[in-house]
C-alpha cells in the first residue's frame, strides 16, 4: 500500500516537472508540423466541448436551450440564467458554505497532517509504529462503510443538518498524514539536528527549520483537499437537509429534482460551482498534476 | 533514539536519580510526540476504525435508529444472499466496471502516448485533457443530462447532422450506463494519463534506441520495449479504477437517480436508499461489508496475480 502510494505521489510530480518543459519546446530547426496534431486537437477539443457548452449555455436565452434543434453558439448573450439564480435560490449563501467548508478543510489539513506526518516520521515515542500503521490501514476502508455509523454519531452529537457536519470530516485525512510523513522522512536529518545544537526545542525546530522547506508537499496537501472538500456530494447529501447548511454541490445536485428544465440556471450554476477550480487549475496547472494521481487514489 | 535511550539507562544503572531522570525523560519525549501526532490520529481514527467497528456490530442488528435495535446475528447477510434486489445491482455495478476500467485504462495508455512528445501546443493539449478533473460529480451530472437530453443534447445533434437515428441515452435502460461511463472517463481520463505519463518518462532512452537501430519500428519497440516496463502502471490502475467503479455512487445520483427501470442503481446506490431511506441501518451496514470484503478480495487477488507474473506494482 504504501508503496503504492508512494509511486503515484512521485508519479504526478515528476510529470508535473516535465510538463513545464513540455510547454516551452525548442525549435532548434524547422520541422515538419508533427501527424499527432490531427490526433490531438479532436481529442483536446472534444475534452473541452464540455464545459464550453456548460459556459455558452449559461449565457443563452432560455428559449434557444430547449429550441429544436438548440443553437451551440447563442444568438445574444443573455443573463438571465445569473439573475435568476441569484434571485430565486440561496446560490450565495451555499458558496459561502462552501468556501467555509473548504477553508477550514485546508487550513485544518495544512496544521494537524503537517504536525502529525512530522512527529511520525522523525519523533520518536511510545506507540508511533502502532499509530501509523493504523493510520495507513484506514486508507483501505471504503467510505462506504463509514457512512451509516458516522451519520448515527454525528445525529447523536447534535451535528446533523448544521454547517459543522460537511467540515469535521474534512478536518484531518489519513492521506493528508501519509502525506506529510512521506515528505518528512525525505529531508536529510542534518537540517533538524543544527537546530537542535543551536538550542532549539522540537517545536522551534519544526516551525522554524523544517516546515519551511515543506512547501510543495504543502501545495499538493492544499489542492487535495481543496478538490476533495470542494466537490464532495454523498457526506453532505446524508448529512445535510437544511437548505441553509447546503453546500453548493448539494444544492446543484437538489436542482435536479426542483429546477430540471431550466437549464440557463443549471448552467449558471454549475459555472458558479466549477469556474473556481477551472481558474486554479489554470494558474497552478504543475501542482494539480502532482496532485490528480492522488485524488484519484481517494477513490 | 531508542538506542540512545538505553544507553543512558545502562550508564546511570547503578544511579536512581540519573535512572528517574532518563525515565523522566522517556516520558517527555512520549508526550512531545503525542501531542504532534495526536490531534490528526484521534480524528482519523475516531473517523474510521471506531464507525468501522460500529457498522459491523450495526450489521448484525435489525435497527431503523428510532426503535430499539434487534440482535438477528448473521440474518441481514443471510437475506443479501437471496436478495434479487441486490443481484441486481451488483450486475449493473459489474456493466459499470467491464465498460469503465478497460476504456479508463486504454485511455490513459493512448493519451500519454499521444501526449508524450515535444510538439507545439502540446502544453494546450495536455491542459484540455487534464482539466475536467476539477469538475464535480454534480457538475457533470447537470452537464450530461444537457449534452445527451434526448430532444436537445448535443450527442442527438451531431447524429441528426450525420443523418443517423437519434437515442434515448440517459432515458434508455440499455444506454444509460454507457453514458454514465463515458462522462466518468471524461472527468477522469487525466488520472491514468498522468500515471502512464510518468512511466513513459522513466523507459530507458537507450533501449528504445537499440531497439531502433535493430531495425524495429516505432510500433514495434513501443511494443516489445515500452510496454513491458509499463506493466506495474496498468496493474495499479486497472485495480484502481476497479475499486472506484465498484463504489460508483455520485454520477448516477446526479443524473439517472438509478433509473431508467433501475437500470443504472448501483451497490452503493442501493445501500444509500436501504439506509438513507428506508431505514434500513443494520441491512444497509451489512450490504456496505459485503462491498468491503468484495474489494479487498479484488485487490489481494490481483496483487497475488501480478507478483506470480513477476510484475512489480507493489
Known sequence: MTAIITTATDAGASV?????????????????????????????????????????????PAKELIAFPPPFFPSRLDFSGYATLFAETDVLRWLANTVIVSASAIVSHLVLCSLAGYGFARLRFRGRTVGIFLIIATIMIPTQLLMIPTYILFARLGLIDALGAAIVPWLASAFGIFLMR???LSIPAEVEEAGRIDGANRWQVFFHLVLPLAKPALATLAIFTLLSSWNDLVWPLIAINNDDAFTLQLGLANFHSTRRTQWELLMAGNVVATLPLILFFLFAQKQFVATMTLSGLKG | MVRERAERDTAGGTLPPARRRSRIAALRDDLGGWLFVAP??????????????????????????FSPPEFVGGGNYAELVSDADFYAAAQHTGLYTVLFVPMSVLAGLFLAVALNRK?????????????????SAAATGILSTYLFSPQFGLANNVLRTVGLPTQGWLEDEGQAMLVIALMSLWGQAAFTTVLYLAALQDVPQELLEAARLDGANRWQSFWSVSWPQLAPVTVFTAIWQTIGSIQLFDLVYTTTRGGPLDATKTIVYYLWEKAFRSLEFGYGSAVAYVLFGFTLLVTIGVVIYSRRKGMEAF
Not at chain 2, 475516531?46 to 457498522?55: E, H
Not at chain 2, 491542459?127 to 476539477?134: E, G, L, M
Open chain 1, 16 to 60: 508535473a516537472r516535465e510538463q513545464l518543459g513540455a510547454q516551452h519546446p525548442r525549435h532548434g530547426r524547422r520541422r515538419r508540423p508533427s501527424a499527432w496534431h490531427l490526433v490531438l486537437a479532436p481529442i483536446a477539443l472534444l475534452f473541452v466541448l464540455p464545459f464550453a457548452q456548460m459556459f455558452l449555455a449559461s449565457v443563452s
Open chain 1, 182 to 184: 512521506q515528505f518528512f
Open chain 2, 40 to 65: 490528526a490520529t484521534l480524528l482519523v481514527l475516531g473517523l474510521s476504525v471506531f464507525p468501522a467497528v460500529w457498522a459491523f456490530l450495526l450489521s448484525l442488528q435489525d435497527w431503523d435508529g
Open chain 2, 119 to 135: 510538439i507545439r501546443f502540446i502544453g494546450l493539449y495536455r491542459t484540455a485533457i487534464f482539466v475536467p478533473f476539477v469538475a
